[in-house]
């Protein structure tokens, strides 16, 4: 081999390590900033990209009102011709649920106080009849505890119709959330009523395991 030959060969070996060198280097310097950028994201809060959504919405939202300021039309108008059918409606849904959240059963007192508060915001009242009401009654109208109230009240026909109604529709909705266990035709009849089916399942449950021996013997017919 001559010597021509042999520097060029030597020349592109140290190419191809400089290129892997390179290569390498940019390589480390990649997965570095992945990593910083990974410990960047964990330490965020969980809803930070909800928040820059947030910032990004409100940027938009005043550039645009600058924009209808300066053409000189009305900003609140402007705003909901751009909001479609669906997400108005998922936004009004949205604002029912704040006012009124469904948070479940947890007690009787807690349940009592979100139907007193439905009830009270659905009262109309009129105040013409409270005035009359007012001055017929006198001082007795805010009653104390000396006072007899007995007859200065009357129920109208109107405000009984309306409780009625309500009850019917309290009745009617608890009619739809109650439904009957389906009645299994292959298990064991071992109730006389419903009532006694459920004493029956209770102790299964508490006592099966302790007397599951007896009931085999009594099925085989040899129990002592």
Not at 66 to 75: L, V
Request: charged residues 40%; hydrophobic residues 30%.
């Amino acid at each position: 081999m001559d010597s021509s030959s042999w520097q060029s060969r030597m020349a592109e070996r140290k190419k191809k390590l400089s290129d892997l060198h390179r290569q390498r280097t940019q390589s480390r310097q990649l997965n570095h900033a992945e990593v910083v950028e990974e410990d960047r994201r964990q330490q965020e809060p969980k809803n930070m990209e909800a928040r820059k959504r947030r910032a990004q919405y409100l940027l938009e939202e005043e550039e645009m009102r600058q924009k209808c300021e300066e053409a000189g039309k009305d900003f609140d108008r402007e705003k909901l011709r751009r909001v479609g059918a669906d997400e108005a409606e998922a936004q009004d849904k949205r604002k029912r649920g704040k006012m009124d959240p469904d948070q479940g059963f947890s007690s009787f007192e807690a349940a009592t106080a979100r139907k007193y508060n439905q009830l009270v915001r659905q009262i109309k009242p009129d105040m013409e009849h409270y005035a009359q009401a007012k001055e017929n009654a006198g001082e007795a109208f805010y009653a104390n505890v000396g006072t007899v109230v007995h007859g200065l009240h009357t129920d109208r026909k109107a405000a009984i119709d309306r409780m009625a109604e309500d009850v019917e529709k309290q009745v009617e909705k608890r009619d739809k959330f109650s439904r009957r266990r389906m009645h299994d035709a292959d298990a064991d009849i071992d109730y006389i009523n419903e009532r006694n089916m459920k004493f029956n399942k209770k102790l299964e449950r508490f006592y099966g395991t302790y007397t599951q021996e007896i009931k085999d013997n009594l099925e085989r017919g040899t129990a002592v």
